[in-house]
């Protein structure tokens, strides 16, 4: 074992040698597999023969030529993890490898691996190395052609990246069949699929009229399944056609569902390979929550063609070169093709309870890290949620038409290549001639920025002052913070709640125009850069009620003197949609940190009435979306208020959370009644907006009434679980069902899992509701599951169920007397042994204990100590732990 080592950004440097074709051959074993790789090799700088280093883990070489000639063992060095070649031949020259691989043995699912009866490959971040020796990193872009010899009746379908170039039959049975991929690609998007599938097959005309063949795989009895996945592919490439202006450029177009993988899909060239989770749904086994997530996995793998594949990223550093731009892709899909404020909510919903946390806990990075042990434990929400937002902040200071202009200018410029964040930053810029160079602090600066605004009116002046200040928390490595450039969007309401017209404001002792070509202006942004700045507006005739941060227009916390009824008169009133919902969340959030505090110093919980009056008057509003209104009646998440908590109490929230929620229950009881009466079901299952949004509706007034408990509401929710026509109504009247510990929730549980139990997707939904459920003593009933037949710990998605589910129970993971550490604590070394990334992944759920009350800093703290005593730990759960412990 070598020493975990820390590689640096600052460290990169150019590779010595480019390739640049890559012939792969796999005759696929029952035992091995000898894999055969020819390369064609140049160095960057002509005449230059240095060692050619070589990445290689978990490999048997069997033999090296060069041009030809084998090498002897002293013409190369090998070590765990590295090939060397001492001295290659100058110029261009062919290097070839025969290696020993076992797929039937690798449970880590990375690299080439068999499961339920299939090969698979997956690559990203650094497992080609685990296939055969390779410069295994993204700057790195060859031609590939793939050859893969298998047994016909076993492995009846063989898939590569690229065209399908011949195919045929062999001697015993045999098949095989060559792909050639005319684009070159780095190594993590090589893929290979072998087993038996069947397809659902379709085609897309393309812009400039080619005919694309759309192929989705799956075992036989799935294919019925994926007629929304299909539908979803087809709306990505029309989408990015007329978004983008960006053609699909293969004539054929794989997915593959495989249902063993540690990740939800992966966006490999011309073959996504995708977790079943992302790509299966019917109505009858799948929710709403289900479809949307297809609809935008399938979108963001597929928008990767363009943004990852065409134009890469020239380290791992710079991953959310790929990520943040395409996961703001996906969203601005899923919004165009639903409702854009529920989009924005969702998301800046996942922000505040996932990405906030981290960025103040000791795995804090910037959107681009500046150093990593295992580079998987840097799929994060920086690098993917933080990152998106920044790519929505330069739409939102160029508007959407500078903004393509600057997409246009960088596909121009870099198609082909791998390149890095700055690239994209100067093709945003000189497209539209603009200097904003202190943006690219967003990338390099981790934390998130905390804005203060101080406003004021001057009614003889007729101007509106907004004074704001920013401060950047520090984070490991980096104490002290320069001022960020944030793009804050602002609109002032009218005493009757109307948009004001802006006409000027003053900056920097200027008056500013704001309103274009004589249009009125009802949203401005400024575009704040100091420590402190002033903006004033001015023709102001009355005192306004500022709308600050519009559409959430930076991941920043926002602290304003805006008092309740300001808020009030928002929710009521903005033309931000996002606002009004916003305005309810901040009331929300404030009502619950004032209640944790009474209850941690014993007082009575009392509810305040016009925080219910508000609550009561969306909820009745019928002008409003319905799906907008089950966001504005969900409380903020737990992640999100313990997050603001000096010291996070688990149980103060827990508590409080459910005092809020009865009570709205049962004072609002008819109007819940009544919002589950209208907006039953009454036809088929359609994925569209307007059913969603009922049905989501419907369902939280379902929760709501659940929790009362009464003989009334329990036999009202019951009877919509046993009357439920599709997944979204069964499984939401069993969460509901599930709140109440007893005989129904018991025999529930147990009939939901008589009815499911041949189908995986439902079951795993059956064990993470039970596993992240808060009722008492809960980790017993976990531990039982673990020797549950469905349960499988070689089974990514069964862990992410049971295990991550249960690290998401406020009172059962937090435990007081460490019950629900130490079981998750034994769980992270076994599954270490098993598959280290996703090890890693649970252990997460003990970095922030120092944000928790001091025995619970004890328990977590011990159980870290112990993982990192345990021998032969992964480096994947020994970066987690360690930092976690710094
Ligand atoms: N690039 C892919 C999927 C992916 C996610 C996590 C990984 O962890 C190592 C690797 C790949 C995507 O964004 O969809
Ligand atoms: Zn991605």
Redesign the pocket.
């Known amino acids: 074992m070598e020493a975990p080592r820390e590689i640096f950004l600052k460290d990169y440097k150019m590779p010595d040698y480019y390739f640049d074709t890559v012939d792969l051959k796999f005759p696929l074993g029952e035992e091995c597999t000898i894999v055969s790789s020819k390369i064609t090799v140049f160095p960057r700088i002509e005449g230059s023969s240095p060692p050619l280093v070589l990445d290689g883990q978990d490999l048997k070489l069997i033999s090296i030529q060069l041009n030809g000639k084998a090498l002897k063992e002293n013409d190369y060095d090998l070590g765990p993890r590295r090939l060397t070649i001492h001295s290659p031949p100058s110029g261009k020259f062919i290097l070839e490898i025969v290696n020993e691989i076992h797929p039937q043995k690798n449970t880590s699912l990375k690299g080439f691996y068999k499961s339920s009866g299939n090969f698979c490959t ?1 690559c ?2 650094e497992g080609f190395r685990k296939i055969t020796f390779y410069q295994d990193r993204p700057d790195i872009m060859a031609k590939y052609t793939c050859h893969i010899e298998a047994d016909k009746s076993l492995y009846p379908v063989l898939l590569s990246n690229g065209n399908l170039i011949e195919q045929g039959d062999l001697e015993n049975g045999k098949h095989y069949a060559i792909w050639e991929d005319p684009y070159k690609k780095p190594s993590y998007l090589f893929a290979l699929v072998a087993g038996q599938l069947q397809s659902r097959d379709d085609t897309f005309i393309t812009c400039s009229g080619r005919n694309v063949a759309l192929r989705i795989w799956t075992p036989a009895e799935d294919v019925p399944k994926t007629v929304h996945a299909m539908y979803s592919l087809k709306a990505a490439m029309k989408w990015d056609e007329d978004v983008f202006g960006l053609e699909y450029d293969l004539d054929l177009f794989n997915i593959v569902a495989f249902p063993d993988a ?6 490999n060239k011309s073959l996504n390979i995708f977790n079943p989770k992302v790509v299966l749904a019917s109505p009858e086994t799948a929710t709403d929550a289900d479809y949307s997530a297809i609809l935008d ?1 399938i979108g ?2 597929y928008f ?1 063609n363009w943004t ?1 594949n065409r134009v890469t990223c020239r380290d791992w550093f710079q991953l959310s070169l ?2 943040g731009l ?1 996961v703001f892709r996906n969203q601005e899909f899923s919004s165009d093709m639903g409702s854009r404020t529920v989009i924005r909510i969702a998301d800046v919903s996942k922000l505040r309870n996932d990405q906030f946390p981290q960025d103040a806990g000791p795995m804090a990075h910037p959107v681009r890290p500046h150093s990593y042990i295992k ?2 434990n840097f ?1 994060t929400v920086q690098v ?1 949620h933080k990152g998106a937002e920044v790519v929505r902040m330069y739409k939102t200071l160029l508007g959407s038409q500078g903004f393509r202009k600057g997409m246009d200018l960088y596909f121009k410029r870099h198609d082909g290549q791998a390149v890095t964040c700055e690239d994209f930053f100067a093709a945003m810029r000189d497209a539209n001639d603009v200097d904003f160079a202190h943006f690219l602090l967003w990338y390099s600066q981790a934390g998130t920025p905390i804005i203060k605004v101080n406003s004021s009116y001057n009614p003889e002046a007729h101007t509106f002052s907004l004074k704001i200040s920013q401060e950047i928390p520090p984070t490991p490595g980096q104490p002290v913070k320069e001022s960020m450039f944030i793009p804050l969007a602002v609109g002032l309401l009218d005493s009757k709640g109307k948009d004001i017209p802006l006409s000027t404001i003053y900056h920097g002792g200027t008056l500013q125009s704001i309103s274009r070509d004589g249009q009125p202006v009802y949203t401005t942004v400024f575009r704040f850069t100091k420590k402190e700045e002033e903006f004033v507006f001015s023709d102001v005739f009355e005192r306004p009620v500022p709308s600050l941060l519009r559409g959430y227009s930076a991941p920043v916390r926002l602290e304003s003197d805006l008092t309740d009824s300001d808020l009030f008169f928002l929710l009521a009133n903005d033309s931000d949609e996002f606002n009004r919902w916003e305005a309810g969340q901040i009331l929300a959030r404030k009502l619950m940190l004032s209640l944790v505090d009474d209850f941690q110093h014993n007082k009575p919980l009392v509810l305040n009435k016009k925080f219910m009056d508000g609550f009561k008057s969306i909820l009745s509003d019928s002008s409003l979306d319905k799906e907008f209104v089950a966001k504005a009646i969900t409380l903020p998440g737990d992640g999100e208020v313990m997050d603001m908590m000096e010291v996070a109490d688990p149980d103060a929230v827990h508590a409080v959370r459910t005092f809020i929620w009865k009570q709205l229950a049962s004072e609002l009881r008819a109007e819940f009644l009544s919002t589950l009466k209208d907006n039953r079901s009454s036809e088929e299952y359609v994925f569209d907006h307007p059913n969603m949004a009922r049905r989501a509706l419907k369902n939280i007034a379902l929760a709501y009434l659940a929790c009362l408990e009464d003989p009334e509401t329990a036999n009202i929710v019951l009877h919509e679980y046993n009357t439920a026509t599709n997944m979204t109504e069964q499984f939401a009247a069993l969460a509901a069902i599930s709140q109440n510990p007893g005989k129904t929730r018991d025999d529930v549980l147990a009939d939901f899992y008589g009815k499911w139990q041949h189908d995986h997707l439902v079951v795993n939904k059956w064990f993470a509701l039970q596993a992240v459920s808060d009722i008492p003593g809960n980790v017993e009933n976990v531990k039982k599951l673990l020797t549950h037949p469905a349960f499988d710990m070689r089974s990514p998605n069964k862990v992410y169920s049971l295990i991550r589910g249960f690290c998401g129970s406020l009172v059962n993971f937090h435990a007081k007397d460490g019950s629900g550490y130490k079981f998750v604590g034994e769980i992270v070394l076994q599954l270490d042994k098993i598959n280290p ?1 996703v090890a890693s992944q649970m252990v997460s759920a003990f970095s922030r204990w120092k944000h928790y009350d001091e025995n619970r800093q004890k328990l977590a703290k011990a159980q870290l100590e112990l993982i990192m005593s345990a021998n032969g730990l992964s480096e994947d759960v020994y970066e987690i732990a360690s930092k976690s412990l710094a």
Do not use: F, L
């Not at 540690?262 to 966006?267: K, S, Y």
């Open positions: 997956h990203e971040a540690n990740m939800g899909a992966m966006e996995v963001h793998e990767h990852g790929k990520e395409t580079m998987d799929y993917y990334q």
